[in-house]
């Protein structure tokens, strides 16, 4: 965001954070407490506002500039800026100790799977397999906590989208950048002073009018969880979704507990049949301590025994070993075929290698 000539800098000492592409992640807690997230490490710097007010400033132009207010009344904000970065803003009384911003910054190009295999998330017969799976249109959920790289897989794997399918994306705020041409952006819209609230639920029901060959949804937190699996089950394969958890089992849990809620009084088991008729793969992804992100599980599900909803962990990563592939040749294999995939009968086994230009 641009500042008129000859005018002070709103942005003050942040300015040349925001001028680095190596930093991924602005945090102002106070006016002397400036954190950043670089190379996927958190780091405080020694740069400083003035005052409170100074950050009160600053969150208030921003606010302006997308078209929202924020005030005790509606003391957050949660919004996306031009370049794609994503605000979010707290203030008083909200905010105990005074205003705090959060600007969550994006890469210029978007990495795929190679990039991916390049900065060692995975490997190349994980990335392979993923691509083959998004190709045939099998429903994936991908699990992780905050700041794990869930929206940076769901961005690669889109790659593997065929180019001709529509595909429609619904997020709060829009930070997926989808590569094809038949493509439509949804943005959820908080409700304020001028406007009703239109929430992801609303946009999500609204998006099976659109004729979509697959439906992208940034992640699965509410009662749109609903609504998701059902279009996952009745016509929408290869559709995509987030959602918060720190493995494939609680992925699995929270998703029940959101299906729960979102339609009161729904039984637990068949919450239970509308996920394993619905989430065909889960792809678990964990930030470590040294700031790499890394594909630690990859697991299918596998159906429903009884009220136990079966699954089968195909690949997963271990800190002494790497990733490994562990043998299990998954019944979602057989979609391969259909959809025109010439995929390696033995590629489960310990023998096989690949070396892959994965898109």
């Known amino acids: 965001m641009s500042q008129a000539p000859g005018a002070t800098d709103v942005f003050g000492p942040i300015r040349t954070l925001l001028e680095d592409p190596s930093i991924t992640e602005i945090m102002v807690n106070a006016p002397d ?73 994006f890469p210029a190009q978007t990495p795929n799977l190679q990039d991916l295999v390049n900065k060692k998330a995975l490997d190349e017969k994980m990335a392979y397999f993923l691509h083959c799976c998004v190709a045939a249109k099998i429903n994936i959920l991908i699990s992780g906590g905050t700041g794990s790289g869930k929206t940076t ?11 001709h399918e529509r595909v429609v994306s619904l997020e709060d ?8 041409e038949n493509v439509v952006r949804l943005e959820a819209r908080p409700a304020s002073e001028k406007f009703s609230e239109i929430s992801i639920r609303d946009l999500l029901v609204n998006s099976l009018r659109m004729r979509p060959d697959r ?17 996952m089950s009745t016509g929408h394969n290869g559709s995509l979704t987030t959602i918060h958890a720190n493995s494939s089992r609680d992925a699995l849990r929270r998703l029940e507990s959101l299906l729960i809620l979102a339609e009161s009084g729904m039984p637990i088991e068949v919450a239970r049949y509308n996920m394993a008729r619905s989430i065909e793969l889960i792809i678990q992804i964990t930030r470590f301590a040294n700031g790499a992100r890394r594909v630690i599980e990859i697991t299918e599900v596998a159906g429903l025994e009884g009220d136990i909803i079966l699954t089968q962990e195909l690949f997963n990563y271990q800190p002494d070993v790497g990733f490994k592939c562990l043998g299990f040749v998954p019944r979602l294999a057989s979609k391969f075929a259909a959809a025109g995939i010439d995929f390696p009968r033995d590629f489960f086994s310990d023998s096989y290698s690949i070396k892959m230009k994965a898109k």
């Open 153 to 163: 897989m769901l961005n690669a794997l889109s790659y593997s989208i065929p180019a």
């Open 33 to 105: 407490k400036i954190f950043i997230e670089q190379k996927g490490l958190l780091k405080k710097t020694p740069l400083k506002f003035g005052s409170s007010q100074e950050i009160l400033k600053l969150i208030e132009h921003i606010a302006r500039a997308v078209g929202r207010s924020i005030n005790v009344d509606s003391p957050y904000l949660d919004a996306r800026l031009p370049d794609g970065s994503r605000v979010n803003a707290v203030i008083p009384p909200v905010a105990v100790d005074g205003p705090s911003l959060t600007i969550r910054r």
């Open 173 to 180: 705020a829009a930070e997926l950048r989808l590569t094809g």
């Open 215 to 231: 439906i992208i949804l940034g992640e699965c937190r509410g009662r749109e969880a609903y609504d998701m699996i059902s279009a």
